[in-house]
């Protein structure tokens, strides 16, 4: 069965895919797991800046969907980064929680290749798609290739792997004025998948190359073999739809377009990482006066994306306090938003005061009365979301 939905932003398209699979999903059971499945499923974001869920009961990680984006098109595959901010990365490991063996940052940054002389080369495959897009604008040729066909064989005694590559390739093409971007998945998780890191990650790619090109953003399209959502899930539907909100957040609050380009971002982010490593690793007590040091070293959008990552970091080192100097920094009001939200949630009344605090020092002062009240009880609801699954469990 195809289908093909659309819309502006991520929370609308979300949505409909949902009742989508309420209504046409059918329920597989693969691999020890039941799910509900639309094959040759297609949908598209003509709006790929607005690419942050904000979906009640969903429950979003802003600092791990921007950790692991970073992580990816840094060409990472360690979980020793990741498994920071991810703790179920470590259950998709095929080599006791090391690496992840499918993940596509070496495939991106490090593809292993052979010359017509048969001798191995590494390409960075970012940076060949952008050089196809600079020699001819209207080129078809600018293509990611995530696997090969080594990453689906079963072992000697016919077993899978944990982790096979799900999506087969990222295409971006200049058309109607602006950079598209087209994803090809032979499997997709439409809720902890597609609308979780995917969307985001690709969309940020894309937003890269298309400054790298000083090109329009196009739309973002993704085709999936199977789409599907599994029975955990399906069973929060009803309140997943019951909660849509009547005012989405992207009608009130704009979505920042991102700036950075790939080059900037391909130098920038290996300093990043080298920052949140030595953070780590000596449990600074005062996060905010290192990081508060740093900002005219990085690009902005990539300051924020540091920001956002602090939040876990200042939260697993009790430098909670730290975050009142730090997010008031953050440009970027849509991920503040979602990073205020998470706190609240994820952290409960040890956070609220600090959360009132921060949101009075920036929210509050950039937007009118009604904006600033909508806001304020978004950020609040989850309190209420959170006691309402644990009835529901």
Known sequence: MLFNIEDSNINSLFYKALKDHKLHGVKQFIRGTTRHEITNYMMRLTEP???????????????????????????RYDLWFLGYYLKNSYKYSDDGGDTWRGAYSKRLRNYSAHDDEGKTIIIDQIDRAITYLKKDLQTTRSLLVIPDGSDYHLDEDGNEKKDEPCTIFVQFIHREGGLCCSVNMRSNDLVLG??????????????????????SMGHYTVSATSMHVYTDWM???????????????????????????????????????????????????????????????????????????????????????????????????????????????????????????????????RYDQMTVKYLHDYIMHSLYEKEAITRLK
Request: glycine fraction near 2%; hydrophobic fraction near 45%.
């Open 49 to 75: 800046k607005q690419n942050m869920l904000f979906v009640p009961f969903r429950y979003m990680n802003p600092p791990a969907i921007i950790a692991e984006t970073l992580w990816v098109l840094a060409g």
């Open 194 to 215: 597609c609308f979780n890191v995917n969307v985001f990650e690709w969309t940020f790619l894309q937003t890269l190359i298309a400054n790298e090109l000083f090109s």
């Open 235 to 365: 069973k929060r539907l009803p309140i997943l739809l019951d909660n849509e909100p009547a005012v989405d957040i992207y009608s009130i609050v704009p979505a920042k377009q991102l700036t950075v380009t790939w080059s900037t971002f391909k130098h920038e982010v290996q300093r990043l990482l080298q920052v949140e490593q030595n953070l780590r690793i000596t449990h600074a007590s005062r996060i905010s006066d290192y990081v508060l040091d740093l900002q005219d070293e990085f690009h902005e959008d990539i300051y924020d994306a540091l920001l956002t990552m602090m939040i876990t970091l200042a939260a697993k080192q009790g430098a909670h306090g730290s975050l009142c100097e730090l997010l008031p920094e953050m440009r970027n009001d849509i991920w503040l938003v979602a990073c205020l939200e998470y706190m609240v949630r994820r952290f409960g009344n040890s956070f609220h005061s600090l959360v009132h605090k921060i949101f009075n020092e920036t929210l509050g002062e």
